[in-house]
Each structure stands twice: as structure tokens, then as C-alpha cells.
T-cell receptor
């Protein structure tokens, strides 16, 4: 079974600085998708960034980028120029690339990110 | 706005009771997924429906059941409620349930058991 581990329950970063959230996963599959979701205090689940395992190039979305290390099964999220609105719980997540039915998302337990003004 | 609608937003009830949570997927989405987010367990997959049929089951208790109706909305039924069932229940939808289609999450239903 696949697992997702986020070893940092909480982190803090100064506004405008850069922070990196760690994530490791375990799978025997070679084809899959990895995600970072943001959950602000409003409790919505917002997709931040997505990475296809077959792509070597790291995904980027504006101030958000990932460092995907397939051999190490590592998928970290870097947030540049941190803003107060980035304060949230961040979940790393895994999804098999096999066709359904088995395409549920497996989530890590989350990292709560605090932005210090 | 994700386009996924969950009702009610909040639900407060007592142990032993039964509740129904409702989810309307995004227009055109055929797959519906239910997830439970509790404080000590993170987000856990419960069950998936595709075009009215159950497709995958996760850590769903026997006291819980779900269905997807012909108009594609889904309901999650929780019975004989226990204190430990207090959680945020999310519904997500995607077009064909294929892994390259993103799942869009609703705002969740917060269930509190007193």
C-alpha cells in the first residue's frame, strides 16, 4: 500500500522569505501523480501544484515549485516570497496513475505553515 | 469556487443518531469521492462512485453507506453515530475518475457529535 509522510507538523517562516515543506512517499508503482493541497482556515481544499511521475522537470506555479526526486521518493514544496495568505495547512498527496477504480488520493497528515509578519 | 456543493455546512447531533450528507458534483463530473478529515487521522478516503456505481472502497465503517443517484449527486449516510465520528467530511468530484483528471473538492460538512 502507498503511504505519504510529512515529517514537519508545523513550520514558521518570515514574510517574504522562502520556505520548503518536506514530503516522502512509498510506492511500488512507477506511474503516479503527486500533489500539494493547501487548506486555509476556511477549510477549503485547494490544489496548489501537481507533478506527474513520468516528467523529470519539476512543476512550478508562480511562487510555488517542487523538488521531485523519484529515486528518493521525495516531493518537497518550495514557497518563495512567502505572503500572509500562504498561512495554511499543506497536504502532500499521492494518486496512482492506474485507471479507476483505484484512483483515490492518499494524503499525508499535513504541515501547518505559519507566516510571521 | 470549485463547483462542488456540499450540504449542510455544519451538523450537530447526538450519539446513536443517523445523518445524511449531500454532495452535488461539478457539472459534467461523473465520479464522486468521499473523504473524512479528523484531527488525529488526517484525510482518509472513504468511498468512490462513478456514474451511479460504487467503484472503490477505503476505510469506511459498516455503519456508513453511500450512494450516487441518476442525477449524479451523492449522499453519505452515517448511522449509530459515535463521538469519534466527529470530523470534516469532504466530497470531491472528477470527470471520468481517471487519475489524470484532477479532483475538485467541496467545502466540506463539519459533523459534531455531542
Amino acid at each position: 500500500a502507498q503511504t505519504v509522510t510529512q515529517s514537519q507538523p508545523e513550520m514558521s517562516v518570515q514574510e517574504a522569505e522562502t520556505v520548503t515543506l518536506s514530503c516522502t512517499y512509498d510506492t511500488s508503482e512507477s506511474d503516479y501523480y503527486l500533489f500539494w493541497y493547501k487548506q486555509p482556515p476556511s477549510r477549503q481544499m485547494i490544489l496548489v501544484i501537481r507533478q506527474e511521475a513520468y516528467k523529470q522537470q519539476n512543476a512550478t506555479e508562480n511562487r510555488f515549485s517542487v523538488n521531485f526526486q523519484k529515486a528518493a521518493k521525495s516531493f518537497s514544496l518550495k514557497i518563495s516570497d512567502s505572503q500572509l495568505g500562504d498561512a495554511a495547512m499543506y497536504f502532500c498527496a499521492y494518486r496512482s496513475a492506474r485507471s479507476f477504480p483505484d484512483d483515490k488520493i492518499i494524503f499525508g497528515k499535513g504541515t501547518r505553515l505559519h507566516i510571521l509578519p | 469556487d470549485s463547483g462542488v456543493t456540499q450540504t449542510p455546512k455544519h451538523l450537530i447531533t447526538a450519539t446513536g443518531q443517523r445523518v445524511t450528507l449531500r454532495c452535488s458534483p461539478r457539472s459534467g463530473d461523473l465520479s464522486v469521492y468521499w473523504y473524512q478529515q479528523s484531527l488525529d487521522q488526517g484525510l482518509q478516503f472513504l468511498i468512490q462512485y462513478y456514474n451511479g456505481e460504487e467503484r472503490a472502497k477505503g476505510n469506511i465503517l459498516e455503519r456508513f453507506s453511500a450512494q450516487q443517484f441518476p442525477d449524479l449527486h451523492s449522499e453519505l449516510n452515517l448511522s449509530s453515530l459515535e463521538l469519534g465520528d466527529s470530523a470534516l467530511y469532504f466530497c470531491a468530484s472528477s470527470y471520468r475518475g481517471a487519475s489524470n483528471q484532477p479532483q475538485h473538492f467541496g467545502d466540506g460538512t463539519r459533523l459534531s457529535i455531542l
